[in-house]
Nanobody, 121 residues
């Protein structure tokens, strides 16, 4: 049974930082490309960062230079370090499988509960 459990969200001021974690189970974690997605109120879910099984990384232009994705295969966990946060980063953040090319359709149908990030003064 596939499961994603996200954590680490919260309220942070503009310019602040947060580190999100996602523990995955039920998939062959080490061979999959993993990604962080986000969904803001009234908007579609978007992929913001991807890391391949070999450690190659790709980012959406909106977060490039501010967010860093990493993975720890021994713990079946993927992380998202978010720095220089902006109000427009406010969203629910989710992890799932993803395509390195950032193309659509790379995720599984099962989603976790997500973790909410709110950037506000």
């Amino acid at each position: 049974q596939v499961q994603f459990v996200e954590s680490g969200g919260g309220l942070v001021q503009p310019g602040g930082s947060l580190r999100l974690s996602c523990a995955a189970s039920g998939i062959m974690f080490s061979i999959n490309s993993l990604g962080w997605y986000r969904q803001a109120p009234g908007k579609q879910r978007e992929l913001v960062a991807v890391i391949t099984s070999g450690g190659m990384k790709n980012y959406a232009d909106s977060v490039k230079g501010r967010f860093t994705i990493s993975r720890e295969n021994a713990k079946n966990t993927v992380y998202l370090q978010m720095n220089s946060l902006k109000p427009e980063d406010t969203a629910g953040y989710y992890c799932n499988t993803a395509r390195y090319t950032m193309g659509s359709g790379g995720h599984l149908e099962v989603w976790g509960q997500g973790t909410l990030v709110t950037v506000s003064s």
